[in-house]
């Protein structure tokens, strides 16, 4: 069963987490059916994500959506997480929320 | 400099049979005899009516933007929401804290608990996090107690 955590931001390189996710697909020897119908929703999910991520960086406001997507053999959870603006680093970013 | 010059938009009116009249509520009835004052101080008036008409054209034009720029970001997230929270098993959270000429808005919307509660996180509201500085006094406090302990 495969089971991943994608975060997504606006710097997010869509085909490249959908590399990583293809080739963890075929580590746990999904079937091609399986991997292309993971494939294609994780593809179109990134890009809406990353869209949404630029939008809340440009906007100035911060977003957070969370969605899983569930098949016979995989469950993948994106997690799009996007601050407006770069705030403070350091320690004080670990006690952010 | 003629009188009339100045009456753009009807905010001042000379009329012989009053010196000044001025009222707030209602600027379309404001009057102002220029006829016992020279042309020099007709003309500073003129310069200060026109400067005053200026700095409210700028202030109003650069609230506009404030307003335009909220309005957009508000219907970026509104509509995501929408999009998104009508999916099952989505969880959806956007916060959005803007101080502008027109003041200081805070928005939260989603379909989370956090956002039914109306709630922003401490960082999107702006207020100072202590947590730190409750950690740093517990280490504080217990490297004491650790080096009292030893002493005995």
Excluded: W
Excluded at chain 2, 111 to 132: C, D, F, H, I
């Amino acid at each position: 069963m495969l089971k991943s955590r994608i975060f997504v931001n606006q710097s997010t390189d869509v085909e490249h987490e959908v590399r990583s996710l293809e080739s963890l697909a075929r580590k746990h020897s999904l079937d091609d059916a399986t991997t292309d119908a993971l494939i294609a929703e994780a593809r179109g999910l990134l890009a809406d994500f990353c869209q949404t991520a630029i939008d809340a960086a440009n906007g100035h406001f911060s977003a957070e959506i969370s969605k899983t997507i569930k098949g016979p053999k995989y469950e993948v959870a994106f997690v799009l997480r996007q601050e407006p603006l770069p705030k403070r680093g350091g320690i004080m970013s670990l006690f952010r929320r | 400099m003629s009188n009339d010059s100045a009456s753009g938009g009807g905010a001042i009116k000379p009329q012989p049979s009053q010196a000044v009249r001025f009222d707030p509520l209602t600027p379309s009835a404001n009057a102002a005899v220029f006829s016992s004052l020279s042309k020099e101080q007709q003309d500073v008036l003129l310069m200060e009516y026109m400067r005053g008409n200026l700095d409210v054209g700028k202030k109003a034009a650069q609230m506009h933007v404030d307003v335009d720029a909220f309005r957009s970001a508000l219907e970026v997230m509104s509509a995501k929401t929408r999009e998104v929270s009508s999916q099952e098993g989505v969880s959806v959270q956007f916060q959005h804290t803007q101080e502008s000429s027109f003041g200081k808005t805070e928005v939260i919307m989603g379909n989370t608990a956090q956002a039914a509660s109306g709630k922003l996180t401490r960082t999107m509201a702006n207020e100072r996090n202590l947590t730190p500085f409750y950690y740093i006094g517990g280490i504080i406090g217990l490297l004491i107690l650790v080096s009292l302990f030893m002493h005995h």
